[in-house]
């Protein structure tokens, strides 16, 4: 190691918190993923039962420890208690669910072609196929999820799922939280008798240790969730290898809302207060934060800007993950107020009662009109942060038109009236094409893990739309298929046996049997 | 169109044939892939059942062409007539396992999660996701299978059956028989009332139409089989764009078969034989060639060497795709013949029959020891053609890193005792971790069309290893995931309804249903 240490920020304090946290160096980086490539052989080789049990432990360990971990990363990230709570909820149910995939076994896509010796003019092999894991997986913890989308969250819980050691990058902003979750999972590895190797953190303040991890040989691929800045940094850094490995990064969103015109004019002040709210839930941190909302002058648009105005200005600061993040956000909001036809239509009025509070956001609404919003990209560029804009449009030619230039999404939101997606067919199908997930009359933040949640979309979003990183169907990047010609039964896997010894859904001759 | 016109030669008479073909320019790309941008909208809307007419029917129309078809493709390819009317029963069963897999319905991987409102904190809204396809997509004709792997080949079968529209450069090596399978398509699509745009088939002898068919903003897929150079320089392409897409890219393999001590020992003749006429077979011109061998000295390598050559030295020569493709195979083994201690081992003797016939190969077989191997990567690029390398170890530890120094493959064979198998276990284990099919006493050619068969690999064999080009599975290239979150039942597609009209396999809760 390099010798330097590092130490967390209490970004409401601006204080340094206790520990220190030794800065990685490339002599770690080699050393990890030597352990992992070590220990993916012989994870291989583990009954998948036992690996279930791996992830179940990580959960024990994770709600055993759970005060001091939710303690800590409330210290690190000025997420509030209940939050945090949740958060820790939604780990360990993330590791429980891919638990419960692992132990009923069908994910692994078990396909059977038996041979036809009598087959003419040439006999067909016996061909049997199943999803392998890649390897070692790299995965970059989210500053916006301490404990969900970091060292024990929905990128490692799969990876491991799918056979891969993890090696983690701890995301800067919550050192201590991340060694906590090691801890645990090191904890549940040992007490389940995983392989040395199957896990490492690594600890850096700076992009060489990042780097060094997705460059390196043993490195088979990456998960990252974060800035479109530095899940492109990545994505380059993998193709530029001797041998090209896939990233998944999701990237962001600005998660366009879509104010139809019946139901615009029905209920303004309803949907600008669920607006409110979700732009400003967990001071707008999240991948899936309506960054932007799109309706027709007329039909009741006053009203919907009224109450939004009203209900922003009542929402008071928060405070923002980590210092730099909340003078990121600053600069870009403001910013944007210096864009063509911008103007600010509503900003928070409440500061934190605390006034000493530091890394605070004040939310904030700017508004511009359809032809000023389609001829500006800038415009679609995320601001991570209670922020959004309201785009307004003359009639529904301009609102297709202003559609239209929008880039790729995780998601899409339409508040309408089921006579609104009547009139406006074709819009709705040009809509799907551009997002993971399409929302109706509801609010794109709160993303559910279970397996038909989609997160991921086009290209910005994701830099590959075949592909989630929330839900079971995460395990599918990490995984390949594998055919195994003309093989005897006994050396088979269990899962490509006759007789079905793991008792999983297989397809046998095209005909899906259990 | 650019006004010039190209034509197509014969590689045996180096005569010019029949037909002309005119030579794409940048406004019939942007004219194909706007019609096939069209094309997308209307055929998302196409029942599957219909859609499966329209493969069925490009069968047909294939069939009921195929003497045409086939003559034209032996007059251009140089391949025997059994072969190609082998192949054509290959495409046109291609389509109908396509045809099937879209009228069962299962495969868009249906998955609902529906609501449970009176869960907390938060009620679960009600999720549902399928595949949808991802946009007009562009498909490379290969060289090596006129049919199979071109204009209606694996990649269009698996493109249209997702829901894609396809634009094809043809292989400038047969473009008659493009013509012919393109005119196939499109009576096929006029039948069954596919929407205009559907399909079109592009003419070039250059790089310059495939540059712009991948950098044109509608294109959201591409598929490609051929040369590790050429399907890197469309990766690159794509990977450049403002917006990436998704490469498929079949870039080919050396297909590694080894010779384990108890097997050679017992027979060494019989495998000779098995393999030489697999090296030999159509010219050495597949994917799945098995252009290396590796064998420990002992256990009857001189044996085996003996017949090899035996066999090697009666073989005729054979007229190959080409003749630049003939030129390209003289220049490749004759380089290899310079590398550090490479020596000839066995060369064809018998030229054809017919001495005037040019593009002519003979097949070749050149050794190596395993240390000069290892340490020489260009022993292991692909030799398009009839040749092989055999790699002679000294013993099981030099035969162990002369594996280990090899990169991914689409298959690696081993001719292998059950005995051999248990006594070395981690090697075979560590052979699974390098490619995508790994047969046991077979040979690599023979690539079966069916819903196990893996075709594809780690890198270089393709870029992208969790993907294959053959079998019902190389249609998941093409198709991304769509969730809908909170959709009344009369607006979803049919596949998510309550009460599955479809009658599909979907997964409810997790648990798998019809």
Redesign the interface.
């Given at each position: 190691m390099s010798g330097a240490t590092l130490y967390a920020i209490n970004p409401a304090s601006g204080e340094r918190l206790a520990g220190t946290f030794p800065k990685a160096d490339v002599q770690m980086v080699e050393e990890a993923l030597t352990a992992a490539e070590q220990a993916f052989?012989s994870y291989?080789t583990i009954h998948k039962n036992k690996k279930a049990l791996f992830l179940h432990a990580i959960a024990d360990a994770l709600s055993a420890n759970g005060e001091e971990i939710v303690n800590r990363a409330m210290q690190e990230s000025g997420l509030p208690l209940p939050r945090l709570q949740?958060e820790l909820g939604r780990t360990t149910g993330q590791l429980r669910l891919f638990a419960?995939l692992l132990a009923?076994g069908?994910w692994i896509d078990a396909?059977?072609?038996p041979a036809i010796p009598e087959r003419s003019?040439?006999p067909?092999?016996d061909?049997?196929?199943m999803l392998?894991p890649?390897?070692p997986a790299v995965v970059f913890g989210a500053s916006n999820f301490p404990l969900a989308f970091s060292v024990a969250g929905g990128d490692t819980a799969s990876a491991l799922a799918a056979g891969c050691p993890v090696v983690v990058k701890a995301h800067p902003a919550h050192f201590g939280t991340s060694a906590l979750v090691a801890d645990a999972i090191l904890a549940a590895a040992e007490k389940t008798g995983m392989p040395t190797g199957i896990f490492a953190l690594l600890f850096d303040d700076g992009y060489e240790i990042g780097k060094a991890l997705v460059q390196h040989p043993l490195t088979k691929a990456v998960a990252f969730t974060g800035s479109f800045n530095g899940g492109m940094a990545l994505?380059k850094l993998a193709?530029a290898r001797k041998?090209?490995?896939?990233v998944f990064a999701e990237m962001g969103s600005i998660n366009p809302v879509i104010l139809f015109p019946e139901m615009l004019d029905s209920k303004p002040e309803e949907l600008a207060r669920q607006l409110a709210a979700s732009i400003t839930l967990g001071a707008g941190q999240f991948c899936t934060n309506p960054g932007i909302m799109f309706a027709i002058a007329g039909y009741n648009l006053g009203r919907f800007k009224s109450a939004l105005t009203d209900a922003i200005s009542k929402t008071p600061a928060a405070t923002m993950l980590s210092p730099g993040i909340a003078e990121n956000y600053l600069n870009r909001a403001n910013a944007l107020l210096k864009e063509k036809g911008v103007f600010l239509l509503a900003v928070a009025e409440i500061a934190a009662q605390n006034q000493h509070l530091k890394s605070q956001s004040l939310p904030r609404i700017i508004a511009v009109n359809g032809s000023d919003f389609i001829d500006n990209e800038a415009l679609q560029e995320e601001v991570f942060g209670p922020h959004s804009i309201l785009v307004s449009c003359e009639n529904i030619q301009e609102l297709e038109r202003a559609l239209a230039a929008l880039?790729?999404q995780l998601t899409m939101t339409l508040m309408a009236t089921?006579q609104d997606?009547q009139t406006h067919q074709?819009l709705v199908?040009?809509l799907?094409?551009k997002?993971?997930?399409?929302?109706?009359?509801?609010v794109p933040t709160?993303v559910?893990v279970?397996?038909?949640?989609?997160h991921?979309g086009?290209?910005?979003a994701t830099?590959?739309?075949?592909f989630?990183s929330v839900g079971?169907?995460a395990i599918?990047r990490f995984?390949?298929?594998?055919?195994?010609?003309?093989?005897?039964q006994?050396?088979l896997p269990d899962a490509l046996k006759d007789g079905n010894p793991l008792n999983i859904?297989r397809?046998i001759n095209?005909q899906?049997t259990k």
């Open positions: 052989h291989q949740g419960d009923e069908s396909v059977i072609d003019p040439m067909r092999p061909i049997r196929k392998v890649l390897g994505v193709e041998e090209p490995i896939p880039s790729g089921n997606l074709n199908s040009q799907k094409s997002t993971g997930r399409i929302i109706l009359n509801g709160g559910e279970c397996a038909a949640m989609q991921g086009p290209f910005p830099n590959d739309s075949r989630t079971t169907d599918y995984v390949r298929p594998l055919a195994y010609q003309d093989w005897p006994e050396l859904y397809k095209q899906l």
